[in-house]
């Protein structure tokens, strides 16, 4: 099987490659390392460079062997994205247009798509399914909704498949302890906290503790790294008996956590205490964002097996403690 992964040295890229690799495959990783980590794929063939140059792609794309694409190159921070729409639009819509307009050419077996919550905006119903209005109220997740509409169109005139995987709050680190979460800029709740504790940053700031929620914080829904790496995997074995099918799907674990309820499920699992103060809210920050994953479940017969939050946090302290400054080189 042919798989390129798109973005594949990235946090979420990086732990689906090893995955496929797990698996026996050979994936072929496209990223320029912008934000990834060569050390993060071990052996595996990286091409460094644009995802929507047609050079690139042609490269990773054998005659003789039609690929899957998984698409995760992609920039993901949502303060970013306000402050600075036009990279979110080049990078996350107008580059992955291009890349669609290539592969509509080339006979690839399908697109699996890393979409995110940010697609709903502010929730109306709690838990929120994939047929939820969405409104985004950035332009990250505006670039994403736009890119799966777009799946959608080609879908139907062109005949590619694709499934788009909506990530709520991806998290943890592969239990080996091996590769993880390394942002240069790092901006997630559950590594900042590990950051705090090994005394990379001063403390940790709480955004917020005046949302209508049962502390006053955000709640939200935290979905192990491995767990989303699985659902690509089924969603590449739909692909190949479902050609040409087309579908979306949400990925959490449907269990709520506060902000406060994270810090103290960190200093547990740490055994450490973490040094925090309350804040501001963050703008864009919806209340509470819990997902029903029912669809994938059903569909797919997708399993969490990492649902717990103490695994979440166990798994990411691992890597965080034996990697304090992260992958060594880019
Ligand atoms: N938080 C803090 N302090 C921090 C960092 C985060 O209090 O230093 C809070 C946030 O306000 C939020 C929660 O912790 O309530 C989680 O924040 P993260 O930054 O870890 O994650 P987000 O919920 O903001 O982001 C996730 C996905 C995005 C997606 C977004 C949709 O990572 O890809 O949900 O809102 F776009």
Same mark, same amino acid.
């Given at each position: ?67 899957? +694409? ?24 107008? &580059? ?27 929730? &109306?119903? +709690? ?154 809210? %963050? ?37 965080? %403690? ?9």
């Amino acid at each position: 099987m042919s798989v390129i992964v798109t973005g594949g040295a990235g946090y979420i890229g990086s732990h689906i490659v090893k995955r496929l690799v797990e698996m026996g495959e050979a994936p072929i990783v496209i990223d320029d390392l912008s934000e990834g980590h060569r050390d993060s794929i071990g052996e595996c063939r990286l091409i460094i460079g644009d995802f929507s140059d047609p050079e690139v792609l042609g490269k990773a794309i054998a005659d003789d062997d039609p690929p899957f +694409i998984i698409h995760m190159a992609a920039n993901s921070l949502v303060g970013e994205s306000i402050v600075n729409p036009s990279k979110y639009y080049e990078n996350n819509l107008i &580059k992955s247009l291009r890349m669609l307009d290539f592969l509509r050419e080339e006979k690839v077996k399908g697109i699996v798509f890393s979409s995110s919550a940010a697609v709903y905006g502010e929730p &109306k119903e +709690i838990p929120i399914k994939e047929n939820h209005p969405q409104d985004p109220t950035n332009p990250y997740g505006e670039t994403k909704l736009s890119f799966e509409r777009a799946l959608e169109w080609y879908r139907r005139s062109y005949s590619i498949g694709y499934v788009s995987l909506r990530y709520f709050n991806a998290a943890g680190a592969d239990p080996d302890g091996t590769i993880g979460e390394n942002h240069a800029d790092e901006t997630h709740l559950i590594p900042r906290l590990l950051l705090a504790i090994l005394g990379r940053i001063e403390s940790v700031e709480v955004f917020g503790d005046d949302y209508p929620t049962y502390d006053g914080t955000c709640i939200r829904d935290y979905i192990h790294v491995m767990d989303l790496a699985e659902a690509h995997i089924l969603a590449m074995v739909f692909l190949e008996r479902n050609r040409g099918a087309g579908r979306i799907f949400n990925l959490g674990n449907g269990e709520g956590f506060s902000v406060l309820e994270v810090i103290e499920m960190v200093k547990r699992v740490t055994g450490r205490d973490v040094p925090v103060k309350i804040g501001k809210r %963050r703008q864009g920050d919806p209340a509470v964002l819990l997902a029903s994953s029912a669809k994938i479940v059903e569909e797919l017969r997708w399993k969490a097996r990492f649902p717990s939050l103490a695994d979440i946090i166990e798994t990411a302290w691992k890597w965080h %403690r034996a990697h304090p400054e992260g992958y060594k080189k880019k």
